[in-house]
């Protein structure tokens, strides 16, 4: 199984900016999905957001539209996450993960669905 590496976390103030990355060397990207989830303590693991890798279409969580940018460089094996106009809410252990089940097509963010995941990236948003 191949294993994905998180990176670019960290602790800002509110309003402010972090980019996430995640590696996946040596992941095969044809008919695959790459997702962003979230967990907060006590709560449970949520999507954020996540992408087609052959196509690129984009899906997100109300609570991150328009704040939230998922992309992806495939010839380099990277997806990244532009985080902007943090929120205290925000604040959590980030996760990438990977899936190549049809049924994404229709739900993108259903954490079930995903096989592979990385061991997270702290994201820390203070008032």
């Known amino acids: 199984q191949v294993q994905l590496v998180e990176s670019g976390g960290g ?3 509110a309003g402010g900016s972090l980019r996430l990355s ?6 095969t990207y044809n008919s695959a999905y790459m997702g962003w989830f979230r967990q907060a303590p006590g709560k449970e693991r949520e999507g954020v ?3 087609v890798t ?5 899906s997100y ?3 991150v539209k328009g704040r939230f ?3 992806q460089d495939n010839a380099s094996n990277m997806v990244y996450l532009q985080m902007n106009s943090l929120k205290p809410d925000d604040t959590a252990m980030y996760y990438c993960a990977a899936g190549r089940s049809a049924r994404l ?3 993108p963010l259903n954490r079930a669905l995903y096989g592979n995941w990385g061991q997270g990236t702290q ?5």
């Open 69 to 71: 940018t998922i992309s």
């Open 123 to 127: 994201v820390t948003v203070s008032s």
């Open 11 to 13: 602790s800002v103030q």
């Open 105 to 107: 097509w229709i739900a």
């Open 61 to 63: 969580a109300d609570s």
């Open 22 to 27: 995640c590696a996946a060397p040596g992941y």
């Open 49 to 51: 957001a996540a992408i």
């Open 54 to 58: 052959v196509g690129g279409r984009t």
